[in-house]
């Protein structure tokens, strides 16, 4: 008589007889994922694994807040003289881990000579679409930039919930054409929101988180903070709706940075106003430096079980704040023994199967980027 495979308990549930419960210290990731490997796809939902034509390896991925997934890379290791033609520029590109999204973009570059595939993330296609409406006229609308360019096939996404139906200027259309990203960014600026899009191929816009949901445990890595002002006074020229020119003024000292906000269109004085403090805010207030490097070991949930580095990533390009244990806070007039940060940047290595963390602010920025994402430029 054959012996039972499977060993049962009254009220208990039923497990196989060589595989014990889960350890408390196992990944989530591992339970859900299934112990899988992550792997590309090309082509959408009905395209290829590229798995199947050739060994995939070197797998990087790199995602932003705000902005969601930024870039994806890995190696293909493919014959001299094979060039498959569904791994090419602009073809649809995904990264699934146990048949969910983690990354989701397009080829942006092959180099054959190495068989290195780069992709970038539907985010960035914002940045060369152009904010029109459905009829073909300029828009300061995020809504009605965002779903023109997704019915004129401009822009591979959905956009589940507003972000907003106002427009941006004093009236709708613009003196020239913005792209979408530039028209997003200075509506998430002035109005103290974040836009990305999720893994899901979502747009949607949110807020800094202000609790951690992950923790790094002491011994995991070290943070400073650089105190750098790039100004003390931010001085800007804008237009009124007569046509008229103004200057007004955020901060003050002898270091002065001049912006000119003219390409905002019409502007009040406490909207300009409003944008010169924050771009003084962010340019002044220093920033991190560095980030640090962690295993799936060293960052845990808040309950001690430990985080698969894919699902870090997925969390990091909706807004994810980690909280530094054993790390005292260098930030000038803080005195908590630990530190809890906003991820900027989260770059995960598939193989070492590691996660490169990178605080908000320490991505680096200059000035005129700045000034740039709140529509203005540096006065020259």
Known sequence: ???????????????????PPPQPWRSAGDYRAGGSSPQVRVGGSKGLWLSTLAPVGDIEVDVRWPLGGYELSFSVLLGARRRPAVIAKGAPCDLLLGGRVVFPGRISEVDWSEGKVTATGLCRDAETTAALTAGGTTTSTPNVAIDAAISRGAWAVTRPASLSSAAMASVDETDHVNYVAQLLDMWANDNGK????????????????????????????????????EATRVIGRWMDASGVFHTSFAGSGSQEQIVDLTDRGVLNG?????????????????????????????????????????????MAQ?????????HRD????????????????????????????????????????????FGGSVAS
């Open 318 to 326: 909706r807004g994810l704040m980690v909280r530094l244990l054993g």
């Open 270 to 314: 406490a909207q300009a106003v409003s944008i010169l403090n924050q771009i003084l805010a962010r340019s002044s207030s220093g920033s991190w430096a560095g980030g640090v490097t962690v295993s799936a070991d060293q960052l845990v949930t808040v309950g001690g079980l430990r985080m698969d580095p894919s699902r870090v990533v997925r």
């Open 330 to 373: 260098p930030r000038p007039g803080r005195f908590s023994l630990t530190t809890d940060v906003v991820i900027g940047q989260a770059v995960w290595n598939v193989s070492g199967r590691t996660v490169a963390l990178t605080p908000m602010g320490s991505v680096a920025r200059d000035f005129a980027s700045i000034v740039e994402s």
């Open 194 to 229: 974040r836009w990305y899009v999720d893994s899901d191929k979502a747009v949607r816009a949110g807020v800094d988180p202000t609790t951690p949901e992950l923790y790094l445990l002491p011994g995991a890595g070290e943070l400073s903070w650089a105190t750098e002002k």
């Open 1 to 19: 008589m054959a012996s039972p495979s499977l060993v049962t308990f009254p009220g208990a549930d039923v497990f196989p007889e060589a595989a």
